[in-house]
């Protein structure tokens, strides 16, 4: 963020060596080095660095409430197009949860047009069947998929899945996974 009074830029440094995409848009940058970037005092410019999985929720007023939001991950994909990520989720509130191993620890990973998201351990079974995750955004996509098998079915163009020639982003809602399970995407 910007700190002096009165000014609405933010100089940056973007290595050249990898992918960077706008976290709000999705937008590739292009331009990398050393750059000067908007930051007025209500925005705060946000890049992901290619190669990442960033699993998020909506915010809500408290974490009680937080914890039942639905799941959404931003995959940004590097030049090899594959990325990874992981998620530790425990009940947000007791102390020892990794050693008594009350809690839930997620691994998604994107290789060769492959999507996996899989509950390494999940012992944190208040999680429940109530958070699902519902949306799933790929940011740097080579080409548009001419399908998607989500563990061997096909989901439905338009509806549950589109694609932004534009941006290279891949859009996928509506999906309400079940977080403990085992889900693979083949994109095609």
Excluded: C
């Excluded at 000067?36 to 915010?59: E, N």
């Excluded at 940004?76 to 050693?99: P, V």
């Amino acid at each position: 963020p910007v700190i002096y009074e009165n000014h609405i830029n933010k100089s940056l440094y973007l290595p050249t060596t990898e992918r960077w995409f706008d976290y709000y848009t999705g937008q590739e940058q292009t331009t990398l080095g050393h750059i000067t970037v908007a930051a007025p005092f209500d925005f705060i410019p946000l890049y992901l660095r290619g190669g990442a999985i960033i699993p998020h929720q909506q915010s809500a007023m408290n974490t009680v409430t937080s914890q039942k939001k639905p799941f959404y991950l931003i995959v940004a994909l590097n030049k090899k197009q594959s990325a990874s990520g992981d998620l530790f989720w425990d009940d947000g509130d007791s102390i020892n949860t990794y050693e008594r191993y009350i809690y839930n620890y997620f691994i998604f990973n994107y290789n060769s047009n492959r999507l996996t998201l899989q509950p390494w351990t999940y012992n944190y079974t208040q999680m429940g069947n109530e958070v699902k995750l519902e949306e799933i955004k790929i940011f740097g996509m080579n080409k548009q998929p001419m399908k998607i098998l989500w563990n061997g079915q096909e989901l439905i163009y338009t509806n549950q899945w589109i694609f932004n020639a534009t941006k290279n982003i891949l859009h996928m809602q509506m999906l309400k996974l079940n977080m403990a399970k085992i889900h693979k995407f083949i994109f095609l």
